[in-house]
T-cell receptor
């Protein structure tokens, strides 16, 4: 089993739709979780951290389910500009706290 | 503005040549990282450094070397021993691990390396 897994997509959704992605992780001792957005041929940019109680930033909501070992990202009222690849990142425990990135989920918002 | 600067944006390597990718940050971050991204694959860790004058191998260190003589700088050398160097190279930095629960990594805008 991969340390961090994501459905590669693509998810093709119409403008205004709500879409959700999941990211599963294998290390139950993982401590920190993040969502990044990566545009084509660009660097990943931090979208949001994921907190235990869940957190929201505008149209974006992140959730953590420790029991089932996954995090989720919900995007409401999708915009054309949301089209990108969304990477999850999971930080482990221990001295170094290695961060493992998923391979990303591609989202295409259609007019 | 604080950030991470990578240079050059594009780099071409000839057979048998070593090339060095630059990464500079002015975020006062202790930890710095180098990743490689290939099409359809996730980010793979090459090397990381938590403090000056110390660095550790990541998952795919063979054919690469680094140095960390200054807090701000973490150059990566792709040696001739790396037989498949064509990829998108990303440098990242973060606060020192252990100083905060949620310390995300921030990325430079990357260097695209190709073989001539």
């Amino acid at each position: 089993r991969k340390e961090v897994e994501q459905d590669p997509g693509p998810f093709n959704v119409p403008e205004g739709a709500t879409v959700a992605f999941n990211c599963t992780y294998s290390n139950s001792a993982s401590q920190s979780f993040f969502w990044y957005r990566q545009d084509c041929r660009k660097e990943p940019k931090l979208l949001m951290s994921v907190y235990s109680s869940g957190n929201e930033d505008g149209r974006f909501t992140a959730q953590l389910n420790r029991a089932s070992q996954y995090i989720s990202l919900l995007i409401r009222d999708s915009k054309l500009s949301d089209s990108a690849t969304y990477l999850c990142a999971v930080k482990g425990s221990g001295g170094y706290q290695k961060v493992t990135f998923g391979t990303g989920t591609k989202l295409q918002v259609i007019p | 503005d604080g950030g991470i600067t990578q240079s050059p944006k594009y780099l071409f390597r000839k057979e048998g040549q070593n090339v060095t990718l630059s990464c500079e940050q002015n975020l006062n971050h202790d930890a710095m990282y180098w990743y490689r991204q290939d099409p359809g694959q996730g980010l793979r860790l090459i090397y990381y450094s938590q403090i000056v004058n110390d660095f550790q191998k990541g998952d795919i260190a063979e054919g690469y070397s680094v140095s960390r003589e200054k807090k701000e700088s973490f150059p990566l050398t792709v040696t001739s021993a790396q037989k498949n160097p064509t990829a998108f190279y990303l440098c990242a930095s973060s606060q020192k691990p252990g100083t905060g629960f949620n310390q995300p990594q921030h990325f430079g805008d990357g260097t695209r390396l190709s073989i001539l």
